[in-house]
């Protein structure tokens, strides 16, 4: 069974930048797909990007293209996300979510990190 | 993108009654949808891949249906634990995409 541990609430100046981690247990990061997704308040969920085992690359929505990375450390099964050029649209929960096999639903989710950017 | 659209918005209903969601998707997404539960502070839970099979440790009174574009979350007898919000995700074409999703509330 995945288990999955996130970071911690993170509260971040407008143009800062923020990386969130994500610790996989009970399989290794080789074996899973990593995929990030963020909920602001009062807004349903957004899917920022993640991992295609097809092509063995990283895809990013467009809307955040160019700020955001995803990164992977396979020797800790740490997943990251970084996003930069904060602003206050990106207060947000970020969540990260395995994808095991084929089909990119996610079976496990983190339960969240809490990014404020505030002046 | 492929756009989904949840209706309704809220839906109110009884413990015990029957619920039922509903996820249109604006082209072809063939079987290729999922449905997870989202509670207040907790990590959201997949409940339904390819369109109708139940994930891991789902009840059976959840269950996921397609028509074409059309699909569907029903829920046969509402559990206290059942109140949250339900989203729909489409995994055919990327960018992956969420509905805005269905908050279902105690009637």
């Known amino acids: 069974q995945v288990q999955v541990v996130q970071s911690g609430a993170e509260v971040k100046r407008p143009g800062a930048s923020v990386k969130v981690s994500c610790k996989v247990s009970?399989?290794?990061?080789?074996?899973?797909?990593m995929h990030w997704v963020r909920q602001a308040p009062g807004k349903g969920l957004e899917w920022m990007g993640g991992?295609?085992?097809?092509?063995?690359?990283?895809i990013y929505a467009q809307k955040f293209q160019g700020r955001i990375t995803m990164t992977e450390d396979t020797s800790t099964d740490t997943a990251y996300m970084e996003l930069t050029s904060l602003r206050s649209e990106d207060t947000a929960v970020y969540y990260c979510?395995?994808?095991?096999?084929?089909?990119?639903?996610?079976?496990?989710w983190g339960k969240g990190t809490t990014v404020t950017v505030s002046s | 993108e492929i756009v989904l659209t949840q209706s309704p918005a809220t839906l109110s209903v009884s413990p015990g009654e029957r619920a039922t969601l509903s996820c249109r998707a604006s082209q072809s997404v063939t079987s290729n949808l999922a449905w997870y539960q989202l509670k207040r502070g907790q990590a959201p839970r997949l409940l339904i891949y390819a369109s109708s099979t139940r994930a891991t440790g789902i009840p059976a009174r959840f269950s996921g249906s397609r028509s074409g574009t059309e699909f569907t979350l029903t829920v046969s007898s509402l559990e206290s634990e059942d109140f949250a919000v339900y989203y729909c995700q489409q995994y055919n074409n990327w960018p992956l995409t969420f509905g805005q999703g269905t908050r279902l509330e105690i009637k």
């Open positions: 991992f295609d085992p097809e092509d063995g690359e990283t």
């Open positions: 979510a395995t994808v095991y096999g084929s089909g990119n639903y996610m079976d496990v």
């Open positions: 009970g399989y290794t990061l080789t074996e899973l797909s």
